[in-house]
C-alpha cells in the first residue's frame, strides 16, 4: 500500500490561536482543514477521509465527553473497519484519562497539544513512510549539553544524543555562562527544567544566548510552554518524551544554529483577546479552504 499518497485531514477550532499554531506547523503535509466545528465533532471530516482510502485525520479536542466517545464509536460503525481513518488524538490537559483510554481501539495515537506542533510533523512522516532529513552532519560540528539533577535521565539523554552522531556533555545544574569561549559555539542545550525554582526562566534567557535550547517540561501545559517560549526556549518537549521526538527537535535546532539569532524565536501563540475571537492569517487561510 503507497501510504505516501495519503490525503491528511485537521480538525480542530481555528479561532482558537493554540491551535492554528499546530495547524501551521503541518502546513508542508497541506491538511484539508474542518474548521469552525464549536463543540461538535465533524462527522463530515471522517467520512471524507475514508472516502479518500489512505487517510490520515489530526482530531484535536480540548474537551472529550462521554457523548463525544459514543459519536467516534457511531462513526467508527459507519464506516466500518476499511474505511476508518488512522486518527491522530491531539488533547488538552482538560481531556480525562477514562474517555482517551475508551478510543483506544479507535485512534493510532494520543499527543498532548501543548507540544503538538513540535511533534506532529515527525509522527506524519512516520505514519507516511517519510524518511526524516537528518542535520547534514551539522551534529558533528555543534555540541550538546544535556542538563538534568536526575543522574538516570541525564544518562540516557546523552547516550541517545551520543547515538544520533552529537558530541555531548552534561552536567546536573545550568551554569550561568560556561566555557563560553570554547569552539564549536553555538551549542545545543538539552535542559531538563526545574519550573518549580525560582528564576529558572532567567537561568534560560541567559542560556538561550549562546544557543538554542530545547526544554524538556515535566508537565507541558499551554501555560509552561508559553513560559518557556518567552524565556527562549527555541523547542519544548514534555517528560517523559520519546527520544525520537527528542532527536528530531534537536536535528532541527542544529540546522537552525547556523542562522542569525532573529531566526530562532519560537513564535508563541497570543491569547486572545477577551470577549473577541481572533482568527491569525494562517487559520484564516485554511479556514478558507473548508468552505
Known amino acids: 500500500m503507497d501510504t505516501t499518497s495519503s490525503t491528511i485531514g485537521f480538525a480542530g477550532d481555528l479561532d482558537d490561536p493554540w491551535v492554528a499554531e499546530i495547524a501551521r506547523a503541518l502546513s508542508e503535509f497541506d491538511p484539508i482543514p474542518w474548521g469552525g466545528m464549536g463543540a461538535d465533532l465533524p462527522g463530515e471530516a ?4 475514508s472516502q479518500a482510502g489512505v487517510g490520515i485525520l489530526v482530531l484535536h479536542r480540548s474537551r472529550l465527553t462521554e457523548a463525544d466517545v459514543a459519536r467516534l464509536e457511531e462513526l467508527r460503525r459507519e464506516a466500518g473497519p476499511a474505511g476508518w481513518p488512522r486518527i491522530i488524538l491531539c488533547v ?4 480525562r484519562y ?3 483510554e475508551r478510543l483506544s481501539g479507535l485512534v493510532e495515537m494520543v499527543v498532548p497539544e501543548a507540544t503538538a506542533a513540535e511533534t506532529l510533523p515527525r509522527q506524519l512522516e512516520r505514519m507516511l513512510g517519510q524518511a526524516s532529513p537528518r542535520a547534514k552532519r551539522v551534529a558533528d560540528a555543534i555540541p550538546v549539553e544535556v542538563v538534568s539533577s536526575d ?22 545544574t545550568l551554569a550561568p555562562d560556561p566555557d563560553a569561549d570554547l569552539p564549536g559555539y553555538p551549542r545545543l542545550t538539552v535542559w531538563d527544567v526545574p519550573v518549580l525554582e525560582p528564576r529558572w526562566e532567567e537561568r534560560l534567557e541567559r542560556r538561550g544566548r549562546l544557543g538554542p535550547v530545547l526544554a524538556l517540561l515535566g508537565f507541558a501545559d499551554r501555560s509552561a510552554v508559553s513560559q518557556a517560549r518567552n524565556a527562549g526556549a527555541a523547542a519544548c518537549l514534555d517528560l517523559p518524551c520519546a527520544m525520537d521526538d527528542l532527536i528530531d527537535a534537536l536535528d532541527r535546532l542544529a540546522r537552525l544554529a547556523t542562522r542569525p539569532r532573529a531566526q530562532l524565536a519560537h513564535p508563541t501563540p497570543p491569547a486572545p483577546a477577551r470577549g473577541a475571537r481572533t482568527r491569525p492569517r494562517t487559520a484564516r487561510r485554511l479556514q478558507a479552504g473548508a468552505e
Open 151 to 172: 543522574y538516570e535521565l541525564r544518562q540516557v539523554l546523552r547516550e541517545a544524543c551520543a547515538r544520533a552522531g552529537y558530541r555531548t556533555a552534561d552536567a546536573a
Open 98 to 100: 477514562a474517555e482517551i
Open 92 to 95: 488538552s490537559p482538560y481531556v
Open 46 to 49: 471522517f467520512r471524507a477521509q
